[in-house]
């Protein structure tokens, strides 16, 4: 029952360091997406992958890289981290990208950029 | 485009007293309806959802949610309320057609239960 797996928990990162945020899910999801979740902003997408292989951006990809090399992977990458990256990420998969799907969530990655 | 307003930032209730959590979206296409729940620290629970079955759509906990499409809303509710419902609850509208903003999310409603 892994479901959507991410690692690490907790980070702290120091100013124009880089990090990579992993995730994995097990349910053989063809859609992955990567969410940040900020204090009265919502849920606000990352980047997503529709397939191995085949990753495009959201609302907010400036600073992130992602890719897809496998049907159950789906790093984030922090090229230079900043303040501002300080957020709550959280990785999500569904079946397909077509309405209906449900989309399941990780526990969240909560990230403190000083 | 797609969007999804949540009338309410904050309700408050006592316990055992009814729960309403307001939803209104707009999409150009016949959406597919979500409300998820996030406890503090935790990932984002769906609750339940709706695909253009049956209008009143039950979900875990005792919650349900009814899509009204001539009103364009999907409110929760839930007849009485519990400590432990106290969270974060958001309405997430999915549509076809571009699948980078295939999920939208609201900005989430904050549930306070009262003792």
Known sequence: NAGVTQTPKFQVLKTGQSMTLQCAQDMNHEYMSWYRQDPGMGLRLIHYSVGAGITDQGEVPNGYNVSRSTTEDFPLRLLSAAPSQTSVYFCASSRQAGPGNTIYFGEGSWLTVV | ?115
Not at chain 2, 38 to 56: D, I, M, V
Not at chain 2, 74 to 96: I, N, Q, R
């Open chain 2, 1 to 115: 485009a797609q969007s999804v307003t949540q009338l309410d930032s904050h309700v408050s209730v006592s316990e055992g007293t009814p729960v309403l959590l307001r939803c209104n979206y707009s999409s150009s296409y016949s959406p597919s309806l979500f409300w998820y729940v996030q406890h503090p620290n935790k990932g984002l629970q769906l609750l339940l959802k709706y695909t253009s079955a049956a209008t009143l759509v039950k979900g875990i906990n005792g919650f349900e949610a009814e899509f009204k499409k001539s009103e364009t809303s999907f409110h929760l509710t839930k007849p009485s309320a519990h400590m432990s419902d106290a969270a974060e609850y958001f309405c997430v509208v999915s549509v076809g057609g571009n699948y980078g903003q295939n999920f939208v999310f609201g900005p989430g409603t904050r549930l306070s239960v009262l003792p």
